[in-house]
Each structure stands twice: as structure tokens, then as C-alpha cells.
């Protein structure tokens, strides 16, 4: 048994395990600190040192790159080698800019290159990166390059890991043929998101003779979508596919996707496929996470994705998804994230969801989803209630009662239940959600008191409750503990703001405030606490909130404010606040001539008020060449004058509301067609003469257009029936005259919107003279004299007529006879009917017209 040598050999096998370890051990990469790491070779130091002598390197990481200092560039930062040769193998490089030294090629053991998220002033990738044959890793992703990426990438067959996303500038590299990637035989991991490779007809054969791809990312890369190739050509090795936000054309979804054994990440978000989400034949589902999100499938939810037990991310949003949720979700216990928003799924809500331990976020919103809420979230699960971070259910049909459980999440940061029929009160225990950071609950029926507890959402950032029927006292309480607090939007609701201390300044700094319709119970004044909101608020609503004072200047510098329907009074300084700013000022006491506007205005409303004179200062202003006003309302005013030729310095114009004034003169044939934006247009109940201008038909996205009450005279010109977007139109009671053009459009107005000028045609009853001109209404007297000038044309069409009906009764005998008869003649009788009018009508124009000048 050579029991006598064993200790020898023990010692012996002991010796060789840690020889082996430690030679292991000494192939490790790092950057350690021990003093018996070998210097790397002189040359591989100089070529580091001549690369960062062509770069800039604004965060110094290359401070340690130097002669000075350390001399082994093996402990220099973003440097690693091999510990047994010294050999430099990685080089993880970031933040930097200026010029690729090809020093680089002096390196021949490189095997790992990092240059991601750098800034080069090089406009292609360079050509040299090509014969850095050792590679094994090259990631050159967000790194500033543009242009064709060089061919020659395919020369290093070692490559495990290519990875040339372009995110930041999408489409700025691009291939014409990607044949070179079959040089890349062990190539593993592929990702050229944001590559434009819109030329290549044949990416799927290439992709398909890569043996050894289990990643492939080729996002918003514009591929071609050949759907056979694509179905013929997927390589069946591949774990993780990323095809997204190609919006491929042939919208039938490449079934062989879904065949793929080993897929365990899909992701196809943005691709317009529409009809069923393919089936899957593989009885072992491995997918962890899909994405189908901006499709347009049509199908149910498929029975497949239920049996998926490993999924953790789904997302199916986005698309057309009818039907109800099984019960079967019960079976993906690892599901994390699930998103069914936005299609067109109905019936109640699963219990079953409400006892996944793992969902973190749950997004159903914007479906056709009804029930009793406390049905599908009246009993959840303490797993269910301590994972969930993210709820949405909004735009839904759901009903009943929030119970106490709304108030027992844990770790719940967001919950969205807006625009349901939910109705009784807020839970008293909501301010136990101790993480929340946004509150949606506006667009509902929900009734009682705003809860105090309200006042403990330390984290609340968000709260929406617009648009329900709450009542009560709101006092300092309810905002206590909301320092972090930003949106508070709470319109139309019946509450009343009753502070305790006049003199209270809340902790938070809000940019929303929506109070719309509150009882702000400050007697006639703006409340000093909202004066401390103003340096960051860029979005207020205090209208109809019985407010009568003067404007405090601070207003006039936010984004969005609507004070409307107050007892608001004095003087408006220049408006020309922030960029693309809102400014509803209807239904005050504001009076004097118009205030002038800057070139940040969007939205002016100065409706009702007591605004008065003319109003070319406002249009006429030469401080800009042109206004970026898109909708304007000055209706219901006292503003008198003409209204001046400038309509050219407003071109983006889509909403013009000047009715209900004192305005007169004529429209501007001119400058008013120059308003070729416009959507609704209103003249009405002004002084207005002369004709309308032929210019309007140049409005074709016009879709409500209203000149009713004034005095406007003339034919309505013929060019109102190119605004084909036309669904609203009022003309009545001018001086109109002559025949109402033709066209379907108009046609498809009733009678009140003509009535009250001297009008005829269609689709006014009274008819005009066949005279083939544009005129009045006919009159009976006139017509008999024609008749008895004419008495031969009578006797034609009465021998005519004689014919015909002659010809007629013959054929009706047959017809009410035999049935086929009677079909046949119904079927041409609709295709022919037209033409013979069109013909007969030809006919009895020509004629009158020939005897006429006889």
C-alpha cells in the first residue's frame, strides 16, 4: 500500500496545488499594488506615451501616464497586463478628445481595447484599428466617430465583443455591406445600435453565418426589411436579440423570431408589425424579457406568454391588443415589470395580479378595463404590497371604492388612477405611503375631504386631484411635511383654503399650482404664501377663484398663467415672458388699449374684458419681422378701427378670434391670405363691409370659419370650396348675394349658416337663375315670360316625354314580371342615373342657349 510515502506524497500533490494556484494566479489582470508586478516593455511604455501626447484629457485621467513618476505603465490608470510577461492586454480609456495615436500598433498583445464615451476629433473610426490583431474586446461606442466604418474590422478573427453604438449621433457611422463581419468567426457579442445600415440588403445571411453570435443589438439602425430573408436567416444560437426602432415596412412579424430555442431577451418595440403576436413551438420557453411596445398587433394576449415561467420584463404596450388578461398570469411568479397600456384590452382585472411577489411595476393604463377596483385590489398579497414601486391604471372604466390597502404599499414611489369612474373617499391611511413621490387621483368622483395624513408624503413630489367633487377645509396641515412637493394640481373641486396663520410659508417650492375654482378665502387679494412660490413657477391657474386686484408683476414672467374669470383689473404691461408662453386673461376688468406682445408668446386670450381702440399698434409692431402667436382671442372687447393690413407679421396663426367687437371697415384682401395656418377663424358680430377676400380658400387647414352678423357684401368666392378641412361655417345675416358655390363641403352645411343675405343654391331652398352665371334667386314671373317667348322648347320635351314614357311602360310590364329584371335594372339604374342627368342637363343648356340667340 506504500503507506510510508504517503506524507511524502501528500506534501508533494499539496506543493503542485499551490504551484498551479499560483500560477494562475499570476495571469490574473488588475492594477495591484504589489511590488513584484513586472514592468511592462519600453516599447509598449513609448507608445503609450506618444498616444496621449495626440490626446486632450480635460478629467486628467492620464495624470499618471508620465516619466516622472510611476516608470511601470502597468500601475498607470485605465492600464492593465498580464502579470507573469508585463505584457500591456487592456486599455479602458474614457473622457477624453483629440486625435488616435497609431502608436497603439506597437502593443501586440492588446487584446481588450475600451475608447467608449470619448469625444475624438477624427471623423472615422481609423483604419489602423483593423490590424490590432490580438483583440478580443473593441468597444468604440459613443465615442464622436462618423462615416463608414473601415472594412478591415473584419481582419481580427479573435474578436469575441464588437461594439460600435452610436447614441448620441444617431446614424452619423453607417456601413454599404457588413460581409466583413464573416471574418469575425468567434464573435460572440454585436452591438451597432444607431447604425445606419439602411444599404445593407443582406444583414440577416450575414448575421446567420456568424457560428458563435448569442448577442445581436441592431437598433434604430434603418434596416432593410426583407421579411423572408429576415425569416430564413435568424441564427438559431442567439440568446439576445435587439432589433428595435427599425419600423420595418412588411409589418408581418418574422415568425422564425419566435422559434429561436434559445432566446432569452427580445426586444422588436417600434417596428409597426401589425395582425397576431406569432406563436412560439418550442415547448420549453427560456424568455426572461420581452418587448413588443409601438406595434400594431391585433391579436389577444397569447395563451403562450403564460406559460413563460421565467419572464421577468414584458412589455406589450403601445399596440391593439384586445380581449381579457388571463387568470393564467398567476403562473409567471418572476415577473417584475408588466406594461399592457395603451391598447384595447377589457373585462376585470385578475386577482391573480395582485398576488405577484416580484412585480415591481405595473402599468395597465389607457385600456377598456372595468370592474369594481376593490374586485382585483381589494385582497393583495403582503408580497405583492411590499414589492410594487410603480401602479398605473389610469383611463380605464374602473368603479367603487379605494380600499385601506391603497395606504399599506410600502415602497410604492408613483400610483396613477386618474380618469376612472372611482367615487366614495380618499383613504385616511395614504399618508403611510412613506416613498411616494407622485399621486394621480384627478379625473374621477371621488367625494369628502382631503385626508390630513396627506401632510406626512414626505417624498410626494406629484399630486393631481383635478376633476373630482372633494369638499371641505384645506388648512397648513395637509401641506406639513411636503417639502418636496412641485405640482399641486387640484381644479374644480369644491374646497376652501382656510389658513391658520396668515403669515404661513410652506416649506415647498412649487412649479405647478393649479387651484382653478377654489375658495382661496383671502377676500379679494392674492395670497402673500403664493408670492413665495415665484421663483420657480412656471405653470399657474388661479382662475375663477374670485380674485380682484391688480396683476403682480412676477406673473407676467411664467410659462403658462391663466387668472381668467376673476375681477383681475389695471394696467398690462408688455407681455413677453419665457419661451412659448401661455397667457389667459378672459372674463376680467382689464380695460385701455391693447397691450403689446413679444415673439415668446404662443396662447393669448384677452377675451371679455373692456379692452378698447384700434388695434394696429398691436399688429403692426416692427420690434419682429414676424410673431410666433399661434392662437389669438380678443373677442368680446370694445376695440373699434379697421383691421389693419399686417396679417403677413402673424404666419403661425391657427386659432383668430376677434368677433363680438366694434370693428369695421373691410377684411384685408392682402395680408390675410398669408394666414395659411389658420384652423378656426371668427369675424362675427363686428361692422364689417365690403367683399370677402378670394384669399381665404388659401386657408385649407381651415376647419371652423365664422363672418355671421356684419355687412359683409358680394358672392361668396368660389374658392371656399378648396378649404376641404372646412366643418364649421357661419355666414348668416350680411348682404351676401348670388348663388352659394358648389362643392361637397359646402354642401354639407345646413341652411342656418346662410341665412339672412340674398343667397341661392344648394342647400338653401331658393334656386337660382339657370342663366349659366353666377346669380340670384329666380323669380316666377320671369320665367313665365321666358316660357311664352319659347313656347317650341315646351313641345319638344312634351314629345319627349311622350316617347319616353312610352318606351317605359313597355319595358315596366316585363320588369314588375320577371325579378332578374327588376335587380339588373336597379344595379344600372344606380350606375347610370348620373350620367343621364349630366347629359339631358347638357342637352337643355345648349338648346336654350341656341334658340335664345335665334
Known sequence: ????????????????????????????IGNSSSNTIIACPEIEKQALLSFKQSLKDPSNLLSSWNNNGEVNCCKWKGVFCNNLTGHVIELHLQTLSGIINPSLLNIKYLKYLDLSQNQFDETMIPSFIGSLTSLEYLNLSNAGFYGKIPHNIGNLSNLHTLVLEEIYYPGSLYVDSLEWLLGLSKLEHLNMNYVNLSKVANWAQVINNLPSLIELHLSSCNLNDNNDDIANNITNSLAILDLSGNNFQSFATPRSIFQLSNLIFLNLRFNSFQGPIPSITNTSCKLQYIDLIGNFFSSTIPEWLYTCKSLEYVSLGLNHLQGKISNAIANLTSLRSLDLSTNELSGKIPTEIANLCQMQRLDLGWNKLAGEISDSFGNMSDCFLG????????????????????????????????????????????????????????????????????GQLSNLKRFFISDNTLEGVVTETHFARLSNLTTLSASRNNLTLKLLNPNWIPSFKLDKLNLRSWNLGSGSQILSWIETQKNNMNDLDLSNTGITDNVPSWFWNILVLNISHNQFHGKIPYINGPEDQHVYLSSNKFSGPLPRVGNNVTELDLSNNS?????????????????????????????????????????????????NNNFSGTIPKYSIGFLTNLRSFNLSGNHLTGLIPDSIGNMKQLESLDFSLNSLSGEIPSSFTSMSSLNY???????????????????????????????????LTINCKNDGKSSGPT????????????????????????????????????????????????????????????????????????????
Open 729 to 763: 361655417l357661419n355666414l348668416s345675416y350680411n348682404d351676401l348675394t348670388g348663388r352659394i358655390p358648389e362643392s361637397t363641403q359646402l354642401l354639407g352645411f345646413n341652411e342656418s349658416s346662410f341665412i339672412g343675405n340674398k343667397l341661392c343654391g344648394r342647400p
Open 611 to 659: 379692452f378698447s381702440g384700434d388695434i394696429s399698434h398691436f399688429l403692426c409692431d416692427t420690434t419682429y419681422e414676424t410673431y410666433q402667436l399661434e392662437i389669438l382671442h380678443l373677442g368680446g372687447n370694445h376695440l373699434t378701427g379697421e383691421l389693419s393690413d399686417c396679417w403677413m407679421k402673424w404666419p403661425s396663426l391657427e386659432v383668430l378670434n376677434l368677433g
Open 1 to 28: 500500500m506504500m503507506s510510508g510515502s504517503n506524507p511524502t506524497n501528500a506534501a508533494l500533490f499539496f506543493f503542485l496545488i499551490v504551484f498551479m494556484a499560483s500560477l494562475k494566479l499570476t495571469f490574473c
Open 779 to 854: 323669380h316666377k314671373l320671369e320665367d313665365q315670360d321666358q316660357e311664352d317667348e319659347k313656347p317650341e322648347i315646351e313641345w319638344f320635351y312634351v314629345f319627349l316625354s311622350l316617347g319616353y314614357a312610352a318606351g317605359l311602360s313597355a319595358f315596366l310590364t316585363t320588369w314588375i314580371l320577371k325579378k332578374s329584371w327588376r335587380e339588373a335594372y336597379y344595379k344600372l339604374l344606380d350606375n347610370m342615373w348620373n350620367k343621364i342627368y349630366v347629359y339631358f342637363y347638357i342637352r337643355w343648356t345648349r338648346l336654350t342657349r341656341a334658340l335664345g340667340r335665334n
Open 387 to 454: 414589492a410594487l414601486e410603480y401602479l398605473d391604471l389610469s383611463d380605464n372604466q374602473l368603479s367603487g371604492h379605494l380600499t385601506h390597502q391603497f395606504g399599506e404599499f410600502e415602497n410604492l414611489k408613483a400610483i396613477d388612477l386618474s380618469s376612472n369612474s372611482l367615487s366614495g373617499v380618499i383613504p385616511n391611511n395614504i399618508g403611510n405611503l412613506s416613498s411616494l413621490e407622485a399621486l394621480y387621483l384627478d379625473s374621477n368622483k371621488l367625494t369628502g375631504n382631503l385626508p390630513e395624513s396627506m
